[in-house]
């Protein structure tokens, strides 16, 4: 069996190595891809692969060489694939290849890019956009529909007998997440942070729905109803907030809103543009009544609508159910509780139940000798729980993961609020009765029953002021995961 496992841990530095690599290979066949779409040449080439896989001959496993390359040459052409595509300046953390694919478009691509002109050599059927190329692509359409010519936005382009047609799919997906949060917005003062495309989309959207007024909060003026982002309070009566400017967004997350809303007494709803992280720091804040949503069914929605116009079928049914697909792969699940409640026993059973893979701080810090016992040879507590802070921050920005804490994260407010940046607070409650019995004098705070019970009391109010969920040792993981899809239903 000893060699069994140094096999495997063999195998699993290979596959490090190989992953890599192919990592490697995919991004530069996807950039010969833009090259040869941009050039209109044909993405497959013959040739080319028959000398690839001749060298395979002078290897023993030559056949399985050849088999594996012939999946790999598959995927390279997948990627080389530029007939629908988004086309911005910065989209290495798209959703949208994912979400197109389950909305029934595969080999939907990504084309980053700095010069708009590159798309226009580009025999595509359909092209979405972003910033900061709508502009450009409304200049581009010889035809637009009634969306994007009362906006003047352009997101979504498509091919129609040799025609190029613009249309404005924001503004059904902004439509669509009013609707599915039951937002009634008839009569209502509406604050707009930003004033570019998106803010004029959602403007448009906001005049059908017959709102009451709105006002545009903004770094630099260009119009009337435009002002400065410090006088937000002269707008403190307002019910509804929108942000529409790219705040906080992955990898630059923040913590702290543009402004302080504790003096919105008024306030029923948050609308943040921006999906990623899922709670930005407008959505962060602690303001109880308050409808908070972020920008992913509109996300969505929009791309529900182009695939529709792309294919001559109907796709809108799928939203919803794309939508808390992505929104739970997407999801980070983050375990707290006391020490030895069983954090780690239950990550690995939810690691083996969902498509998220577990990250155990306590393991991950103890390897780089920043685990407690280590810290307080030389330190402090506080030494440590710094060091917590900067591990929680480093995972809280991953996606899909299932993240088990140590103990006492619950005393870093900081740490928590990344952690819920992207995940779901599960608090494991044990009753103190039973931790004491689990004691075993591994832990550097945890000496005697009398240790754990004075955590205990320090710590309860916090694992319930942080808690999304609360679970016990009753619950099986099947009931933990119908917890958490309920969760995001509600």
Same mark, same amino acid.
């Given at each position: ?78 990627? /080389? ?66 969306? *994007? ?51 004029? #989309? ?11 007024? !709105? ?24 019910? !509804?907030?929108?942000? #529409? ?8 997350? /923040? ?46 929605? /929009? ?55 577990? !990250? ?5 810090? /103890? ?5 407690? *016992?280590?810290?307080?040879? #030389? ?12 591990? *929680? ?11 088990? #804490? ?23 409650? !044990? ?60």
């Amino acid at each position: 069996m000893e060699r069994l496992k140094n096999f495997r841990i063999k195998i699993d530095d290979l596959d490090n190595s190989i992953m890599e690599l192919l990592e490697e290979r995919i991004n530069i066949a996807r950039e010969i891809g833009k090259i040869k779409a941009i050039n209109n040449l044909d993405a497959t080439n013959e040739l080319r692969e028959v000398e690839i896989l001749r060298k395979a001959i002078k290897y023993k496993n030559s056949v399985e060489l050849k088999d594996i390359y012939k999946q790999i040459f598959v995927s390279s052409k997948n990627v /080389q694939e530029f007939k629908y595509f988004l086309v911005g300046k910065s989209l290495e953390y798209s959703f949208s290849p994912f979400i197109y694919k389950e909305l029934g478009i595969d080999n939907y691509n990504l084309f980053p890019t700095d010069d708009f002109n590159d798309v226009k050599k580009i025999d595509f059927l359909g092209i979405n956009v972003t910033n900061p190329y709508k502009k450009e692509a409304y200049n581009l359409c010889s035809e637009l529909d009634e969306s *994007a010519s009362s906006t003047g936005v352009v997101n979504t382009i498509n091919k129609e007998n040799k025609k190029l047609v613009g249309y404005n799919t924001d503004f059904y997906g902004f439509s669509k997440l009013l609707d599915y949060n039951k937002l009634d917005l008839e009569n209502r003062r509406v604050i707009i942070i930003g004033n570019g495309a998106t803010a004029n #989309t959602i403007t448009a959207v906001l005049n059908m729905r017959k709102v009451k007024k !709105i006002e545009y909060l903004v770094r630099n003026i260009r119009l009337e109803n435009e002002h400065k982002l410090q006088d937000y309070l002269k707008f403190k009566d307002f019910e !509804i907030i929108i942000n #529409t400017t790219p705040y906080g967004t992955y990898p630059n997350n /923040q913590l702290d809103p543009l402004f302080n809303l504790d003096e919105f007494n008024n306030l029923q709803a948050i609308i943040d543009v921006v999906y990623n992280p899922r709670k930005t720091p407008l959505l962060m804040s602690e303001k109880a009544g308050v409808k908070k949503i972020n920008g992913l069914m509109m996300l969505i929605a /929009q791309a529900a609508k182009a695939a529709s116009i792309y294919t001559g079928v109907d796709k809108t049914y799928l939203i919803e159910k794309v939508y808390t697909k992505l929104d739970f792969e997407l999801m980070n699940i983050v375990l707290i509780g006391m020490p030895f409640s069983g954090k780690s026993k239950l990550g690995n059973l939810l690691e083996k139940k969902l498509n998220h893979r577990l !990250i155990d701080l306590d393991i991950v810090m /103890q390897a780089y000798n920043h685990d407690l *016992a280590s810290v307080l040879k #030389t330190g402090n507590e506080e030494d440590f729980r710094n060091l917590e802070v900067i591990y *929680a921050t480093k995972y809280s920005k991953e996606r899909g993961k299932i993240i088990s #804490t140590g103990g006492g994260i619950v005393l870093s407010n900081e740490a928590m609020r990344v952690l819920k940046q992207n995940g779901v607070v599960i608090f494991l409650d !044990i009753p103190v009765s039973e931790l004491v019995k689990r004691i075993d004098k591994t832990r550097p705070l945890v000496k005697s029953a009398a240790d754990l019970i004075n955590l205990y009391n320090q710590r309860i109010d916090l694992y319930k002021k942080y808690a999304d969920i609360t679970v016990n040792s009753l619950d099986s993981v099947c009931d933990i995961v119908d917890k958490i899809y309920e969760y995001i239903n509600n």
